[in-house]
């Protein structure tokens, strides 16, 4: 049984540029919350999905913005990169009202210069 | 709204020996809580949750924590550590009443030393 598979693994981007952040939940899990992760930090919670809409949203600028799909797989987007927005972003899956069970994906690491 | 304090952010131990590594948190409402491990360019992984009942939980790799709701604690325990749980490590909390998301400690580094 797969657990929470997000893609791509690394990439490096440019200031100003735009990224798209893949999460493939855990097989019989329908919500997924995205977190950032800075270097040296504890995940910060950005948003949360469940039935194709963002349902719950951190201190995070509008530049930051995500999608959930049929499958429940979802994206997150950052537009106009900045030097800050560098991190390990984390995706998360669980099942809709069961807040203690949370599965993490292994990250993706942006990088941008 | 929730918050945790991890209390250090380095904690060097020989090889082993015991550790602890503490765990603060506030909240004004009923909580889960979490201790999550993070080995290098890996993701969170689960070592243990307090949802009720008994206030010891006994996770993997021999972690234990204890919650002590008067503290509001929730420290995390082993007592005898080795060179492959050096790693970051993550108290985080979430209300009990309803889908809220975790809210994570900024980590505690624990060095194991030969």
């Known amino acids: 049984d797969a657990g929470v598979t997000q893609s791509p693994t690394h990439l490096i981007k440019t200031r100003g540029q735009q990224v798209t952040l893949r999460c493939s939940p855990k097989?019989?899990?329908?919500?997924v919350s995205w977190y950032q992760q800075a270097l040296g930090q504890g995940p910060q919670f950005i948003f949360q999905?469940?039935?194709?809409?963002?349902?719950q949203r951190g201190n995070f600028p509008d530049r930051f913005s995500g999608h959930q799909f049929p499958n429940y797989s979802s994206e997150l987007n950052v537009n106009a990169l900045l030097l800050g927005d560098s991190a390990l972003y984390l995706c998360?899956?669980?099942?809709?009202?069961?807040?203690?069970?949370?599965?993490f994906g292994s990250g993706t690491r942006l990088t941008v210069v | 709204a929730q918050s945790v304090t991890q209390l250090d952010s380095q904690v060097p131990v020989f090889e082993e020996a015991p550790v602890e590594l503490r765990c603060n948190y506030s909240s004004s409402v009923s909580v889960y809580l979490f201790w999550y491990v993070q080995y290098p360019n890996q993701g969170l992984q689960l070592l243990l949750k307090y949802l009720s009942g008994s206030t010891l939980v006994k996770g993997i790799n021999g972690f234990e924590a204890e919650f002590n709701k008067s503290q509001t604690s929730f420290h995390l325990r082993k007592p005898s550590v080795h060179i492959s749980d050096t790693a970051e490590y993550f108290c985080a909390v979430s209300s009990s009443s309803g889908n809220t998301p975790l809210v994570f400690g900024k980590g505690t580094r624990l060095s194991v030393i030969a």
């Open positions: 999905y469940y039935e194709e809409e963002e349902r």
């Open positions: 097989s019989g899990h329908d919500t």
């Open positions: 998360a899956s669980s099942l809709v009202g069961v807040s203690y069970g949370y599965t």
